[in-house]
């Protein structure tokens, strides 16, 4: 797969963008509309999230958010010829100026930024990374060897630190005591043991707690950064918060009612910039596989190895 996929991405790399985009658009769209993987469960998602719109309206959102991540496909593949040679001019940044206070209010000058897969998340790494931000970033190991240093080899373009997210809690910490933004998407589908079950589009979500409680157990801000393709498809606004209001204090740190409820604020937070623009999130993810004791999944059974 790692192979194919490089070859994949070098093939890209090497097209004209703009034609790359258009087909990766008319691709993206197609599988969506063919029903090919992946879109049963974008559209059961849908469903959960927006029970009042028509099945023609999920459908609509469904192939737009396909085409979406075509398009951050071929991005993913140009990111060292953007950060090279366009990142400025593609990227408009809003809220940056919240950054430094933050920092200056941080007892060892480290903030956690929280993000969801939104628009094209790697630009904003990318972003952030090349106007200076010192970052560590949580990412997923991947299953295949190959295809994750693939990514972690693209990742780093911007020069960004990269942790496993399996092994990332001690190396999170020393991020944040070395005064770093440590970056970590919230927006996915987490193991009971390693989350919390809070609200998300008016269903419980086992939602992943450790960025959170790193933050509360040293006292760093949390911020949330999330970037919006513009209606141009080429173009991008990264829109960074100022620190949110979260409970904190020792007691806080160790409550898990109190961890609880920032996790929710959090990810309330999160929701709302999706609801800003559902057609470039990533639906096809199974959001709500984890279930609290006795809740069914709204998924349908998947084959082994579908």
């Known amino acids: 797969m790692s192979l194919a996929a490089g070859a994949t991405l070098d093939l890209l790399a090497r097209l004209p963008e703009e034609f790359s985009m258009q087909a990766a658009s008319a691709f993206g769209a197609a599988w969506s509309t063919l029903g090919a993987p992946r879109v049963a469960t ?21 192939a ?31 809220g940056i100026e919240h950054y430094a206070p933050a920092r200056e209010a941080s007892p060892t000058g480290g903030v956690v ?19 200076g931000f ?11 060897s190959g295809l994750g240093a693939l ?19 001690r190396a999170a910490l020393r991020a944040i005591k070395d005064g770093r933004l440590l970056v970590a998407p919230l927006d996915q589908n987490t193991p009971r043991n390693e989350g919390v079950f809070v609200p998300f589009f ?4 086992c939602t992943r707690s450790g960025p959170i409680r790193i933050a509360m157990r040293t006292g760093a801000p949390v911020m949330t950064a999330f970037l919006f393709r513009k209606p141009d498809g080429r173009h991008h606004l990264v829109r960074v918060s100022p ?30 910039a999706i609801r800003e ?19 069914p999944r709204p998924y349908a059974s998947r084959r082994r190895g579908a």
């Open 42 to 62: 974008a559209l059961a998602n849908l469903r959960v999230a927006f029970p009042e719109w028509s099945e023609d309206e999920r459908q609509r959102v469904c």
């Open 134 to 144: 010192p970052l560590s970033i949580v990412q997923r190991d991947r299953d295949d």
């Open 277 to 295: 623009a559902p057609e470039q999130w990533t639906w096809s993810h199974r959001r709500w596989r984890t279930q609290p004791e006795g809740e």
């Open 243 to 272: 620190p949110l209001d979260l409970l904190r204090g020792k007691e806080a740190a160790s409550d898990p009612e109190a961890i609880r409820e920032n996790v929710a604020r959090v990810t309330r937070v999160i929701e709302a």
């Open 202 to 205: 008016g269903r419980l979500a």
């Open 64 to 94: 737009a958010s396909f085409a979406n991540a075509a398009r951050c496909v071929v991005e993913f593949a140009l990111l060292g010829r953007i950060a090279e040679e366009s990142l400025g001019e593609r990227v408009e940044a809003q």
């Open 151 to 169: 990514v972690e080899r693209h990742r780093g373009a911007g020069g960004a630190e990269l942790l496993g997210r399996g092994n990332a809690a």
């Open 113 to 131: 930024l929280i993000t969801a897969h939104l628009g094209n998340w790697e630009l904003l790494a990318v972003a952030m990374s090349a106007a």
